[in-house]
């Protein structure tokens, strides 16, 4: 079954940066697009950006546009977001996600999610 | 404040339909036929239940059925079954602030 698995997350000051990493297994990571997926506490679902298998296209919601960069190692089966200028608001936990077959706005299996938190 | 609008809760009985509706722009829903739906038990990951508006992926029963008109997108799920309650999630291809857009969630209970 296809494993997905998020590090790094963790308590922030508002204007520090965090790391967050997603190790993929068990498919082939290079021929997929994928996504991070955001949920703050008790709230909805909300995209948060996109990259091509070959990390050819990426793409952003708005409210991270500036701030968070993704991106991926295909020889690593490694995902990445680099948040910087973290805000109270991005507070929630961070999935990283797999698109649905060759789609770039579906999803299909998601990690466990890690947990931010921005907060003085 | 979500960018597709969503019923806070539906409920139904064993047996018994239910429809959950899925309200955007013309910028979102109206304007494409990439609407997917996702069904979100407590504590665990979603599961992709429909895509493309009205298809299904491999495993998921056909009681689950997608279907839009306009702006708004729906879900109806026939033949209710205890498994089924949960929350779930509309998502829509838009081509403003997001590329892709969530609704707000609907918490499903079976009676």
């Known amino acids: 079954e296809v494993q997905l698995v998020e590090s790094g997350g963790g308590l922030v000051q508002p204007g520090g940066s965090l790391r967050l990493s997603c190790a993929a297994s068990r498919f082939t990571f290079s021929s997929y697009w994928m996504h991070w997926v955001r949920q703050a506490p008790g709230k909805g679902l909300v995209w948060v950006s996109r990259?091509?298998?070959?990390?050819?296209?990426?793409s952003y919601a708005d409210s991270v546009k500036g701030r968070f960069t993704i991106s991926r190692d295909n020889a690593k089966n490694t995902l990445y977001l680099q948040m910087n200028s973290l805000r109270a608001e991005d507070t929630a936990v961070y999935y990283c996600?797999?698109?649905?077959?060759?789609?770039?706005?579906?999803?299909?299996?998601w990690g466990q999610g890690t947990l931010v938190t921005v907060s003085s | 404040q979500s960018a597709l609008t969503q019923p806070r809760s539906v409920s139904g009985s064993p047996g018994q339909s239910v429809t959950i509706s899925c309200t955007g722009t013309s910028s979102d829903v109206g304007g494409y036929n990439y609407v997917s739906w996702y069904q979100q038990h407590p504590g665990k990951a979603p599961k992709l239940m429909i895509y493309d508006v009205n298809k299904w992926p491999s495993g998921v029963p056909d009681r689950f059925s997608g279907s839009k008109s306009g702006n708004t997108a729906s879900l109806t799920i026939s033949g209710l079954q205890a498994e089924d309650e949960g929350d779930y999630y509309c998502c829509s291809y838009a081509d403003r602030y997001s590329l892709l857009v969530f609704g707000g969630g609907t918490k499903l209970t079976v009676l």
């Open positions: 996600v797999r698109g649905y077959s060759q789609y770039a706005v579906y999803f299909d299996y």
């Open positions: 990259i091509k298998s070959d990390g050819s296209s990426i």
